[in-house]
T-cell receptor, first 114, second 115 residues
Framework: AQTVTQSQPEMSVQEAETVTLSCTYD???????LFWYKQPPSRQMILVIR??????QNATENRFSVNFQKAAKSFSLKISDSQLGDAAMYFCAYASGANSKLTFGKGITLSVRP | KAGVTQTPRYLIKTRGQQVTLSCSPI?????VSWYQQTPGQGLQFLFE???????NKGNFPGRFSGRQFSNSRSEMNVSTLELGDSALYLC??????????????FGSGTQLSVL
């Protein structure tokens, strides 16, 4: 079975600084996708960034980028120039290519200090 | 385009009762998935429906069931409620749900409290 591990329950970052959120996963599949979702107090899950396992290039979306280490099964999220609106829970998630089910990590609460 | 709509936002029930939650996907989306979110277990996949058929199911007891209508709207039902069923229930929709080259859109959830 696939598992996703987020070992840090909380992190804090100063506004305008950079923070990295860690995630590891375990799978025997070769075709899969990895995601970072943001859940603000409104509770709606918002997709931050997505990485296809077959792509070697790390995904980027504006201030958000990932460090995808396939051999190490590591998928970290880097947030640059942190803003107050980035404060939320962040979830790492996995989906295999042939399956519509998302497997989530436990999440990390990110706070941003002004 | 309207987003994924879940009703009601909040629900309070007592043990032993049953409950029905509703999810209206984004117009044109045919795949609807349901997730349960609790502080202890995190986010867990319940089931997914596509074109009125259950296509995938998580590891939940038979008290949890769902269905999808011809207009893609979906309902999930929990019978004989237990205290442990208290959770945020999230619904997500996507076009076809065939792999993740499509973006998954989530609703704001229904917060169920079982007393």
């Amino acid at each position: 079975a696939q598992t996703v591990t987020q070992s840090q329950p909380e992190m804090s970052v100063q506004e305008a600084e950079t923070v990295t959120l860690s995630c590891t996963y375990d799978t025997s599949e070769s075709d899969y996708y990895l995601f970072w979702y943001k859940q603000p107090p409104s509770r709606q899950m918002i997709l931050v960034i997505r990485q296809e396992a077959y792509k070697q290039q790390n995904a980027t979306e504006n201030r958000f980028s990932v460090n995808f280490q396939k051999a190490a099964k590591s998928f970290s999220l880097k947030i640059s120039d942190s803003q107050l609106g980035d404060a939320a829970m962040y979830f790492c998630a996995y989906a295999s290519g042939a399956n519509s089910k998302l497997t989530f990590g436990k999440g990390i609460t990110l706070s941003v200090r002004p | 385009k309207a987003g994924v709509t879940q009703t009601p936002r909040y629900l309070i029930k007592t043990r032993g009762q049953q409950v029905t939650l509703s999810c209206s996907p984004i117009s044109g989306h045919r795949s609807v998935s349901w997730y349960q979110q609790t502080p202890g277990q995190g986010l867990q996949f319940l089931f997914e429906y596509f074109s009125e058929t259950q296509r995938n199911k998580g590891n939940f007891p038979g008290r949890f069931s769902g269905r999808q209508f011809s207009n893609s709207r979906s309902e999930m039902n929990v019978s004989t409620l237990e205290l442990g069923d208290s959770a945020l229930y999230l619904c997500a929709s996507t076009g076809t749900g065939t792999g993740y080259n499509e973006k998954l859109f989530f609703g704001s959830g229904t917060q169920l409290s079982v007393l």
